[in-house]
């Protein structure tokens, strides 16, 4: 595939891009290219190598939570680079010991495995629950989405991931999201329940009121973890430090990535108080924990804190979804607004992907699918107010005018 295709799939028309062409050649072809080379960052705004500016609603599809070239983490990141990066687990680290007693504080569990990415914190919770239980079954939910690697890939739903990479692990079933009825029988027996508390590659989705709970009860009632993947809604997200609290419900074992070190790569498995730990060699990781994601996270936690990032949130996130729920309410192409804090998702009755286009290509807007046809808001939650509504009003006057 040339670049120059690619470039002709978004519909642009610009110079073949140095960056993309390579990318195109050299790289193993996992993404579909959006035509857009991305340059530089600040705050919730995004430039291409053009010049052109983006606001961001993509955030690093959730990792860039405090926006790009945050000068608080840029200045930690420097510092800690200039200290150690690497740190092997056996050897003990003050980033690292400063980044469980935040992330402790921050969560309330007691005990966390520090990895790499948000699939490798899934993979840690399986085999946590493996261990523990003794039991091999896990049961998810259907359109959840909890990674790629093969364990997190068996207990992800949708078919275009998983079929081609078949056999998974077979001791994977898939349940109705939402839906509590059958489940103690699947849960007697079972390692663990993994859930969302919104699903969000699956649609953006949140959880109807009383399924946690429920799963919570089933659990309890046969020794079966209860799991909730927040690595897409965890760290403010959803209006909430953790998305689970919109609930009142704790999980034995939280999953967390994407922004935790502010888009360096990092993910967690958090143990509620009372598990166990792992037995010594039963898990680890080269880079998991290393002191510059590590210090990083430091950061995070205390800006997200400092600048009440999840109320700030909560309030953009109901004025957005008022918005978007009263002016689309009779828009033909417009099925549902769904969503909780600045996790957003429009649900349209046609693909996704060509108001996702317009909206780059016309009005310096990046965003994201959630599923063929859900167009889904990611944005930093820095992002500024008047950006923000500049989106929500771009998108209202292309859904009622009918593009
Ligand atoms: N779980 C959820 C809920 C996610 O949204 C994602 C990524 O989108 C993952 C797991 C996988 O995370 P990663 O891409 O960092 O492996």
Same mark, same amino acid.
């Given at each position: 595939?040339?670049?120059?295709?690619?470039?002709?799939?978004?519909?642009?028309?610009?110079?073949?891009?140095? +960056?993309? +062409?390579?990318? +195109?050649?050299?790289?193993?072809?996992?993404?579909? !290219?959006?035509?857009?080379? %991305?340059?530089?960052?600040?705050?919730?705004?995004?430039?291409?190598?053009?010049?052109?500016?983006?606001? #961001?609603?993509?955030?690093?599809?959730?990792?860039?939570?405090?926006?790009?070239?945050?000068?608080?983490?840029?200045?930690?990141?420097?510092?800690?680079?200039?200290?150690?990066?690497?740190?092997?687990?056996? @050897? *003990?680290? #003050?980033?690292?010991? =400063?980044?469980?007693?935040?992330?402790?504080?921050?969560?309330?569990?007691?005990? @966390?495995?520090?990895?790499?990415?948000?699939?490798? =914190?899934?993979? =840690?919770?399986?085999?946590?629950?493996?261990?523990?239980?003794?039991?091999?079954? /896990?049961v998810a939910c259907m359109r959840g989405f909890h990674g790629r690697t093969m364990g997190s890939l068996s207990v992800t739903w949708d078919r275009h991931y998983r079929e081609p990479f078949a056999p998974l692990?077979?001791?994977?079933?898939?349940?109705?999201?939402?839906?509590?009825?059958?489940?103690?029988?699947?849960?007697?027996?079972?390692?663990?329940?993994?859930?969302?508390?919104? &699903?969000?590659?699956?649609?953006?989705?949140?959880?109807?009121?009383?399924?946690? *709970?429920? /799963?919570?009860?089933?659990?309890?009632?046969?020794?079966?973890?209860?799991? @909730?993947?927040?690595?897409?809604?965890?760290?403010?997200?959803?209006?909430?430090?953790? $998305? $689970?609290?919109?609930?009142?419900? &704790?999980?034995?074992?939280?999953?967390?990535?994407?922004?935790? =070190?502010?888009?360096?790569?990092?993910?967690? %498995?958090?143990?509620?108080?009372? /598990?166990?730990?792992?037995?010594?060699?039963?898990?680890? !990781?080269? @880079?998991?924990?290393?002191? %510059?994601?590590?210090?990083?996270?430091?950061?995070?936690?205390?800006?997200?804190?400092? #600048?009440?990032?999840?109320?700030?949130?909560?309030?953009?996130?109901?004025?957005?979804?008022?918005?978007?729920?009263?002016?689309?309410? !009779?828009?033909? &192409?417009?099925?549902?607004?769904?969503?909780?804090?600045? /996790?957003?998702?429009?649900?349209?009755? !046609?693909?996704?992907?060509?108001?996702?286009?317009?909206?780059?290509?016309? #009005?310096?807007?990046?965003?994201?699918?959630?599923g063929p046809t859900v167009l889904r808001l990611l944005p930093p939650l820095v992002i500024a107010e008047d950006d923000l509504r500049r989106v929500i009003e771009r998108l209202v006057v292309r859904l009622r005018?009918? $593009?």
């Amino acid at each position: 595939m040339t670049a120059g295709r690619i470039l002709g799939e978004e519909g642009r028309t610009a110079v073949e891009d140095p +960056a993309q +062409a390579t990318e +195109a050649r050299r790289g193993a072809g996992a993404y579909r !290219s959006r035509g857009i080379t %991305l340059v530089r960052g600040e705050g919730a705004w995004l430039w291409d190598s053009e010049g052109r500016r983006y606001v #961001d609603c993509v955030g690093g599809q959730g990792a860039a939570i405090l926006g790009h070239g945050h000068p608080r983490l840029a200045e930690t990141l420097a510092r800690q680079a200039a200290r150690l990066i690497s740190c092997p687990g056996s @050897f *003990a680290n #003050d980033a690292r010991g =400063a980044v469980y007693e935040r992330l402790a504080a921050f969560t309330g569990m007691a005990r @966390f495995f520090l990895c790499n990415s948000g699939t490798e =914190a899934v993979e =840690a919770a399986l085999k946590y629950a493996r261990w523990s239980t003794g039991r091999s079954r /896990l049961v998810a939910c259907m359109r959840g989405f909890h990674g790629r690697t093969m364990g997190s890939l068996s207990v992800t739903w949708d078919r275009h991931y998983r079929e081609p990479f078949a056999p998974l692990v077979p001791d994977a079933e898939h349940v109705p999201f939402g839906r509590l009825e059958g489940l103690d029988e699947l849960a007697r027996d079972a390692a663990a329940i993994l859930v969302e508390p919104v &699903q969000g590659e699956g649609g953006v989705r949140p959880a109807p009121a009383g399924y946690l *709970a429920g /799963l919570r009860e089933i659990c309890d009632r046969h020794g079966t973890l209860l799991i @909730f993947d927040e690595i897409q809604t965890g760290l403010g997200r959803t209006g909430r430090p953790m $998305a $689970a609290e919109h609930w009142g419900v &704790q999980a034995d074992l939280v999953t967390l990535g994407k922004g935790l =070190a502010g888009g360096v790569p990092m993910g967690a %498995l958090a143990l509620r108080e009372g /598990l166990e730990p792992f037995p010594v060699g039963a898990h680890g !990781s080269t @880079f998991g924990g290393n002191p %510059l994601a590590a210090a990083a996270a430091v950061t995070v936690l205390e800006v997200i804190e400092a #600048d009440r990032l999840p109320q700030r949130a909560r309030r953009l996130g109901e004025e957005a979804l008022a918005t978007l729920r009263r002016e689309l309410q !009779s828009a033909p &192409q417009v099925r549902e607004v769904r969503g909780l804090g600045l /996790l957003i998702g429009i649900e349209l009755r !046609s693909k996704a992907g060509p108001l996702l286009q317009r909206l780059a290509a016309e #009005d310096g807007i990046l965003a994201l699918p959630a599923g063929p046809t859900v167009l889904r808001l990611l944005p930093p939650l820095v992002i500024a107010e008047d950006d923000l509504r500049r989106v929500i009003e771009r998108l209202v006057v292309r859904l009622r005018g009918g $593009a």
